[in-house]
């Protein structure tokens, strides 16, 4: 007998094929086999393959933005925010190979408006750190895009080339002191 898939097993199996193969790897069938299902069970729980990337890429805004921003907002001060915030998103291999295959999808219809909800709420929580660390307005926003920006880049560079970062730590360190210190 067979385990019932629930919703969460189905969009946890295709955030995992996401990262390892794109949008395109998030397929019924395929995901139907790596979790010992039939696609009946998707079908249960999606009306169509839309449908469950839809929910997908849900779940991904929910634990790959709200939730990381849940996790930095517990410290008291904007550097260690920024710091928290840092430490746990070059902390995450998969999680990088995910923002990056999304990326590469911005175009797809399913993709671009979230892709584009989750950049902009980002980059607004990384202006408010910038601001309460003193920025002005303007220098505030563009070092939270700098700051996404090297985000990205560095997540581009841990997916593909890891060995290129070196230690992590003391680029960490590097990329938040380049960032807060103002000159």
């Known amino acids: 007998m067979r385990t019932r898939r629930t919703r969460e097993d189905w969009t946890g ?24 299902a039939t696609k009946g069970s998707a079908y249960w729980h999606f009306p169509n393959r839309e ?15 709200e939730a990381v921003i849940a996790l930095a907002d517990v410290h008291a001060t904007p550097e260690g925010k920024l710091r928290a915030l840092f430490g746990v998103v070059l902390g995450r291999e998969r999680d990088s190979a995910i923002e990056l295959a999304l990326l590469a999808a911005a175009d797809d219809p399913a993709v671009a408006p979230v892709l584009a909800r989750v950049t902009g709420r980002r980059v607004d929580y ?38 290129v970062l070196g230690r992590r730590g003391v680029l960490l360190e590097e990329t938040l002191a380049a960032l807060i210190t103002r000159g």
Request: hydrophobic share 55%; net charge positive.
């Open 13 to 36: 199996v295709a955030l995992r094929a996401l990262a390892e193969g794109g949008v395109a790897a998030v397929a019924v069938e395929p995901l139907a086999v790596r979790l010992g």
């Open 51 to 65: 449908a469950l990337l839809k929910a997908t890429l849900e779940r991904w805004e929910r634990e790959h933005t």
């Open 126 to 163: 990384l202006v408010e750190l910038f601001s309460a660390l003193g920025f002005p307005p303007d220098a505030a926003r563009s070092r939270a895009v700098l700051a996404y920006s090297a985000y990205l880049g560095q997540a581009q560079l841990l997916t593909r080339v890891p060995a």
